[in-house]
T-cell receptor
Framework: QQQVKQSPQSLIVQKGGISIINCAYE??????FPWYQQFPGKGPALLIAIRPDVSEKKEGRFTISFNKSAKQFSLHIMDSQPGDSATYFC?????????FGTGTSLTVIP | NAGVMQNPRHLVRRRGQEARLRCSPMKGHSHVYWYRQLPEEGLKFMVYLQKENIIDESGMPKERFSAEFPKEGPSILRIQQVVRGDSAAYFCASSRDTREKLFFGSGTQLSVL
Protein backbone atom coordinates (compact mmCIF):
# COMPACT_ATOMS: atom_id res chain seq x y z
CA GLN A 1 0.00 0.00 0.00
CA GLN A 2 1.48 3.29 -1.12
CA GLN A 3 1.32 5.68 1.81
CA VAL A 4 2.44 8.64 -0.27
CA LYS A 5 1.52 9.18 -3.92
CA GLN A 6 3.83 11.44 -5.89
CA SER A 7 3.41 13.02 -9.30
CA PRO A 8 4.56 13.57 -11.94
CA GLN A 9 7.07 10.77 -12.48
CA SER A 10 9.21 13.04 -14.64
CA LEU A 11 9.27 16.75 -15.36
CA ILE A 12 11.10 18.89 -17.90
CA VAL A 13 11.31 22.62 -17.27
CA GLN A 14 13.06 25.47 -19.02
CA LYS A 15 15.70 27.37 -17.11
CA GLY A 16 14.04 30.14 -15.13
CA GLY A 17 10.69 28.36 -15.02
CA ILE A 18 8.76 27.00 -12.05
CA SER A 19 8.94 23.30 -11.21
CA ILE A 20 5.99 21.86 -9.28
CA ILE A 21 5.88 18.39 -7.76
CA ASN A 22 2.86 17.10 -5.89
CA CYS A 23 2.29 14.54 -3.18
CA ALA A 24 -0.82 13.15 -1.53
CA TYR A 25 -1.01 11.12 1.64
CA GLU A 26 -3.67 9.04 3.37
CA UNK A 27 -2.87 8.87 7.05
CA UNK A 28 -3.88 11.95 9.02
CA UNK A 29 -1.48 10.89 11.78
CA UNK A 30 1.46 11.99 9.65
CA UNK A 31 2.86 15.22 11.00
CA UNK A 32 6.16 15.82 9.26
CA PHE A 33 6.56 16.27 5.53
CA PRO A 34 10.08 16.51 4.13
CA TRP A 35 11.34 16.72 0.58
CA TYR A 36 14.58 15.02 -0.38
CA GLN A 37 16.81 15.70 -3.38
CA GLN A 38 18.93 12.97 -4.92
CA PHE A 39 21.68 13.30 -7.51
CA PRO A 40 22.88 10.26 -9.49
CA GLY A 41 25.18 8.03 -7.47
CA LYS A 42 24.38 9.83 -4.23
CA GLY A 43 22.05 9.29 -1.34
CA PRO A 44 19.00 11.52 -0.86
CA ALA A 45 19.58 14.74 1.05
CA LEU A 46 16.99 16.73 2.95
CA LEU A 47 15.95 19.80 0.99
CA ILE A 48 13.11 21.35 2.97
CA ALA A 49 10.44 20.14 5.38
CA ILE A 50 7.15 21.34 6.84
CA ARG A 51 4.89 20.49 9.76
CA PRO A 52 1.11 20.74 9.39
CA ASP A 53 0.72 23.75 11.66
CA VAL A 54 1.71 26.01 8.75
CA SER A 55 0.45 26.13 5.17
CA GLU A 56 3.65 27.25 3.50
CA LYS A 57 7.37 27.25 4.09
CA LYS A 58 9.93 28.97 1.92
CA GLU A 59 13.69 28.53 1.82
CA GLY A 60 15.38 30.43 -0.97
CA ARG A 61 13.95 29.24 -4.29
CA PHE A 62 12.23 26.25 -2.69
CA THR A 63 8.71 26.43 -1.25
CA ILE A 64 6.48 23.77 0.27
CA SER A 65 2.74 24.35 0.10
CA PHE A 66 0.67 22.26 2.48
CA ASN A 67 -3.09 21.62 2.31
CA LYS A 68 -4.12 19.72 5.40
CA SER A 69 -7.79 19.32 4.47
CA ALA A 70 -6.91 17.88 1.07
CA LYS A 71 -4.03 15.83 2.51
CA GLN A 72 -1.71 17.17 -0.15
CA PHE A 73 1.61 18.97 -0.21
CA SER A 74 3.74 20.23 -3.04
CA LEU A 75 7.25 21.44 -3.78
CA HIS A 76 7.72 24.54 -5.88
CA ILE A 77 11.13 25.39 -7.31
CA MET A 78 11.22 28.97 -8.51
CA ASP A 79 13.66 30.16 -11.17
CA SER A 80 14.67 26.55 -11.87
CA GLN A 81 18.32 26.04 -12.78
CA PRO A 82 20.13 23.22 -14.60
CA GLY A 83 21.83 22.40 -11.30
CA ASP A 84 18.40 21.55 -9.88
CA SER A 85 18.21 18.57 -12.25
CA ALA A 86 17.84 15.63 -9.87
CA THR A 87 15.28 13.22 -8.50
CA TYR A 88 12.99 14.60 -5.81
CA PHE A 89 11.21 12.52 -3.20
CA CYS A 90 8.45 13.58 -0.88
CA UNK A 91 8.12 11.74 2.39
CA UNK A 92 6.00 11.50 5.49
CA UNK A 93 6.91 10.44 8.97
CA UNK A 94 4.92 7.77 10.74
CA UNK A 95 6.93 7.48 13.92
CA UNK A 96 9.22 4.54 13.38
CA UNK A 97 9.77 5.06 9.69
CA UNK A 98 9.54 7.48 6.83
CA UNK A 99 7.40 6.65 3.82
CA PHE A 100 8.79 7.95 0.54
CA GLY A 101 7.06 8.76 -2.69
CA THR A 102 8.20 7.09 -5.90
CA GLY A 103 10.24 10.10 -6.97
CA THR A 104 10.14 12.76 -9.67
CA SER A 105 12.97 13.06 -12.13
CA LEU A 106 13.42 16.78 -12.85
CA THR A 107 15.36 17.98 -15.87
CA VAL A 108 15.97 21.69 -16.26
CA ILE A 109 16.88 22.63 -19.82
CA PRO A 110 19.36 25.50 -20.22
CA ASN B 1 32.50 15.59 10.64
CA ALA B 2 32.03 12.55 8.44
CA GLY B 3 28.59 11.78 7.15
CA VAL B 4 26.95 8.38 6.97
CA MET B 5 29.49 5.94 5.57
CA GLN B 6 28.42 2.92 3.59
CA ASN B 7 30.64 0.25 2.12
CA PRO B 8 31.21 -1.22 -0.22
CA ARG B 9 29.89 1.19 -2.86
CA HIS B 10 29.49 -1.66 -5.32
CA LEU B 11 29.08 -5.34 -4.52
CA VAL B 12 28.83 -8.13 -7.03
CA ARG B 13 27.63 -11.53 -5.94
CA ARG B 14 26.65 -14.72 -7.69
CA ARG B 15 23.32 -16.33 -6.98
CA GLY B 16 23.42 -18.25 -3.72
CA GLN B 17 26.22 -16.23 -2.15
CA GLU B 18 25.91 -13.97 0.87
CA ALA B 19 25.99 -10.17 0.74
CA ARG B 20 27.04 -8.04 3.70
CA LEU B 21 26.41 -4.32 3.57
CA ARG B 22 27.90 -2.04 6.20
CA CYS B 23 26.78 1.32 7.48
CA SER B 24 28.48 3.62 9.97
CA PRO B 25 26.06 6.33 11.13
CA MET B 26 27.00 9.93 11.71
CA LYS B 27 28.75 10.68 14.96
CA GLY B 28 26.23 11.02 17.76
CA HIS B 29 23.47 9.21 15.85
CA SER B 30 22.04 6.10 17.43
CA HIS B 31 19.18 5.47 15.00
CA VAL B 32 19.78 3.63 11.73
CA TYR B 33 17.37 2.94 8.89
CA TRP B 34 17.87 0.75 5.84
CA TYR B 35 16.09 1.43 2.55
CA ARG B 36 16.11 -0.35 -0.79
CA GLN B 37 15.81 1.57 -4.02
CA LEU B 38 14.80 0.13 -7.35
CA PRO B 39 14.54 2.22 -10.52
CA GLU B 40 11.23 4.11 -10.66
CA GLU B 41 10.11 2.59 -7.37
CA GLY B 42 11.40 5.09 -4.89
CA LEU B 43 12.78 4.20 -1.51
CA LYS B 44 11.30 1.21 0.27
CA PHE B 45 11.70 1.02 4.03
CA MET B 46 13.31 -2.19 5.23
CA VAL B 47 14.31 -1.92 8.88
CA TYR B 48 14.85 0.56 11.71
CA LEU B 49 17.40 -0.14 14.42
CA GLN B 50 18.75 1.50 17.50
CA LYS B 51 21.91 0.35 19.22
CA GLU B 52 21.57 -3.44 19.79
CA ASN B 53 17.83 -3.37 19.09
CA ILE B 54 15.60 -3.88 16.07
CA ILE B 55 12.73 -1.43 16.44
CA ASP B 56 10.79 -2.05 13.24
CA GLU B 57 11.57 -4.69 10.62
CA SER B 58 8.20 -4.64 8.92
CA GLY B 59 9.70 -3.83 5.53
CA MET B 60 12.30 -6.56 5.52
CA PRO B 61 11.60 -9.97 3.95
CA LYS B 62 11.32 -12.64 6.62
CA GLU B 63 13.65 -15.02 4.84
CA ARG B 64 17.29 -14.49 3.88
CA PHE B 65 17.45 -10.91 5.19
CA SER B 66 18.73 -9.83 8.60
CA ALA B 67 20.07 -6.67 10.15
CA GLU B 68 21.99 -5.75 13.25
CA PHE B 69 23.40 -2.67 14.91
CA PRO B 70 25.83 -3.83 17.60
CA LYS B 71 26.99 -1.79 20.54
CA GLU B 72 30.34 -1.36 18.83
CA GLY B 73 30.85 -1.13 15.09
CA PRO B 74 28.70 -0.48 12.07
CA SER B 75 25.21 -1.63 11.28
CA ILE B 76 25.15 -4.67 9.00
CA LEU B 77 22.48 -5.66 6.50
CA ARG B 78 22.96 -9.29 5.58
CA ILE B 79 21.37 -11.04 2.64
CA GLN B 80 21.85 -14.78 2.48
CA GLN B 81 21.58 -16.87 -0.68
CA VAL B 82 21.12 -13.86 -2.91
CA VAL B 83 18.89 -14.01 -5.97
CA ARG B 84 18.78 -11.76 -9.03
CA GLY B 85 15.76 -9.93 -7.60
CA ASP B 86 17.94 -8.66 -4.74
CA SER B 87 19.86 -6.47 -7.19
CA ALA B 88 19.21 -2.89 -6.10
CA ALA B 89 20.73 0.11 -4.39
CA TYR B 90 20.63 -0.19 -0.61
CA PHE B 91 20.74 3.02 1.37
CA CYS B 92 21.40 3.51 5.02
CA ALA B 93 20.27 6.61 6.91
CA SER B 94 20.86 7.75 10.44
CA SER B 95 19.32 10.25 12.82
CA ARG B 96 20.08 11.58 16.26
CA ASP B 97 16.66 10.66 17.55
CA THR B 98 13.46 9.18 16.27
CA ARG B 99 11.40 11.46 14.02
CA GLU B 100 14.38 13.65 13.29
CA LYS B 101 15.99 14.56 10.01
CA LEU B 102 17.50 11.60 8.19
CA PHE B 103 21.02 11.72 6.83
CA PHE B 104 21.66 9.23 4.03
CA GLY B 105 24.81 7.48 2.95
CA SER B 106 25.79 7.15 -0.72
CA GLY B 107 24.42 3.64 -0.91
CA THR B 108 25.65 0.20 -1.88
CA GLN B 109 24.78 -1.00 -5.36
CA LEU B 110 24.29 -4.75 -5.18
CA SER B 111 24.44 -6.70 -8.42
CA VAL B 112 23.58 -10.38 -8.43
CA LEU B 113 24.86 -12.34 -11.41
Amino acid sequence: QQQVKQSPQSLIVQKGGISIINCAYENTAFDYFPWYQQFPGKGPALLIAIRPDVSEKKEGRFTISFNKSAKQFSLHIMDSQPGDSATYFCATDAGNQFYFGTGTSLTVIP
Amino acid sequence: NAGVMQNPRHLVRRRGQEARLRCSPMKGHSHVYWYRQLPEEGLKFMVYLQKENIIDESGMPKERFSAEFPKEGPSILRIQQVVRGDSAAYFCASSRDTREKLFFGSGTQLSVL
